[in-house]
Every structure is written in structure tokens, then in C-alpha cells.
T-cell receptor, first 114, second 115 residues
Framework: DTGVSQNPRHKITKRGQNVTFRCDPI?????LYWYRQTLGQGPEFLTY????????KSRLLSDRFSAERPKGSFSTLEIQRTEQGDSAMYLC????????????FGQGTRLTVV | AQKITQTQPGMFVQEKEAVTLDCTYD???????LFWYKQPSSGEMIFLIY??????QNATEGRYSLNFQKARKSANLVISASQLGDSAMYFC????????????FGSGTQLTVLP
């Protein structure tokens, strides 16, 4: 499978714990995006990487959230001191510089904070 | 700020018929891009079609076409010859740059295709 891969697919955690999600983009894609989707809503933009540089961050990305893309390949999204309001689907997408209008999304990581 | 409005929470269509999913948008950016994505129950967002704000022709991709009316700020998706596999949630989105970053999504329309 050469699509965008996200792990884990599901995560249940207790409030206050830290969690980390991983995204492996399509190999030749240099642009990577994180979105968050709550039940019944469309996805909301969180952050954007071009290669290893984090170029844009939404105001939704509080100081408890951090994203990295070392070496410009896979990316991780960490949430510290999770809250119940963090429960959502976290979607990762990637696109190439040449065909930048089409972003390919992964199947997401569903986070449940109990 | 950009805003996308999808006023149809749910739509039903008979198999093999055409259906139009509504999308209106609001932006002060002179240049922008409009997108439609499909989200089946498995969760991933599937890109369907893109329209740039300066494109003169309406975009088409197979059975999908985008009815772009700039003056009315609408970007409706038309699916021709509906198939059972088209049943999914459909999201309209826009970005200020025309690229896929900083997409603003609407709340979606759940389409059900009836046999």
C-alpha cells in the first residue's frame, strides 16, 4: 500500500496522559498536513510542513500540542496532558509540490480520552 | 477568514440518477481554491475535484463536475449516474492559496444512494 499511513488507528487514553501519533506520507510528497475532525464536523486544519520545516500552525494547536517532521519524511503529533475535548479523529495528509491541489489523506487516528 | 456552508445534512438519490450537493463560500481573498472530498465510513478523505477561482471553465472529473458560480459564491458538486458506492459523506472545502494547505471544510452532506 503506497498511500498515507497513520498509526495507531485507535487510541484510548486516560485524561492527563500524553499520546503520540505517527503519519507516514506518500514517499515522494514533500508537504504534510495535520487536521482534526470531531464528530459530525468537517476537518479543521492544525499544521503544515514543507519537508522538515513547520510553516503554518493553527490557533487550534495549543501549547499542549506539538508536531515534528524530522528529516522531512514521517511526522509525529504529540498531545500532552490530554483533555476530554481532545477526543477526535486526527487526520494526516500529504501532497507533492508539483500537484499541490490534491492532498491524499490517511485513514486517521481516532483518539478517545476517558 | 474563510467560511464554507453546506446546508444539506443529508440527501437521498436513486441509483443511476444525478444529484447536486450544495456549497456556498465566503472569503475576502482575491484568489482561492475550492475542493470537494468524499469520506466513506472507513474514514479517509478522498479528493474528488478542484476549481481555482480564476478558472474560466467548470471543473470535471469523470462523473463529478463542479458548478462554479463566482458571483453567487457557490461551488456545487454534481454527481451524474449515481452508484451505490457513492454513498458517503461529502465535504466542500476551500483554501486561500489554491493549494491543499489550510483547507477550511464545511460540515458535510451525507449522501445515500438507493437501489
Amino acid at each position: 500500500d503506497t498511500g498515507v499511513s497513520q498509526n495507531p488507528r485507535h487510541k484510548i487514553t486516560k485524561r492527563g496522559q500524553n499520546v503520540t501519533f505517527r503519519c507516514d506520507p506518500i514517499s515522494e510528497h514533500n508537504r504534510l498536513y495535520w487536521y482534526r475532525q470531531t464528530l459530525g464536523q468537517g476537518p479543521e486544519f492544525l499544521t503544515y510542513f514543507q519537508n522538515e520545516a513547520q510553516l503554518e500552525k493553527s490557533r487550534l494547536l495549543s501549547d499542549r500540542f506539538s508536531a515534528e517532521r524530522p528529516k522531512g519524511s514521517f511526522s509525529t503529533l504529540e498531545i500532552q496532558r490530554t483533555e476530554q475535548g481532545d477526543s477526535a479523529m486526527y487526520l494526516c495528509a500529504s501532497s507533492s509540490g508539483l500537484q499541490n491541489t490534491e492532498a491524499f489523506f490517511g485513514q486517521g487516528t481516532r483518539l478517545t480520552v476517558v | 477568514a474563510q467560511k464554507i456552508t453546506q446546508t444539506q445534512p443529508g440527501m437521498f438519490v436513486q441509483e443511476k440518477e444525478a444529484v447536486t450537493l450544495d456549497c456556498t463560500y465566503d472569503t475576502s481573498d482575491p484568489s482561492y481554491g475550492l475542493f470537494w472530498y468524499k469520506q466513506p465510513s472507513s474514514g479517509e478523505m478522498i479528493f474528488l475535484i478542484y476549481q481555482g477561482s480564476y478558472d474560466q471553465q467548470n471543473a470535471t472529473e469523470g462523473r463529478y463536475s463542479l458548478n462554479f458560480q463566482k458571483a453567487r459564491k457557490s461551488a456545487n458538486l454534481v454527481i451524474s449516474a449515481s452508484q451505490l458506492g457513492d454513498s458517503a459523506m461529502y465535504f466542500c472545502a476551500m483554501s486561500p492559496s489554491g493549494s491543499a494547505r489550510q483547507l477550511t471544510f464545511g460540515s458535510g452532506t451525507q449522501l445515500t444512494v438507493l437501489p
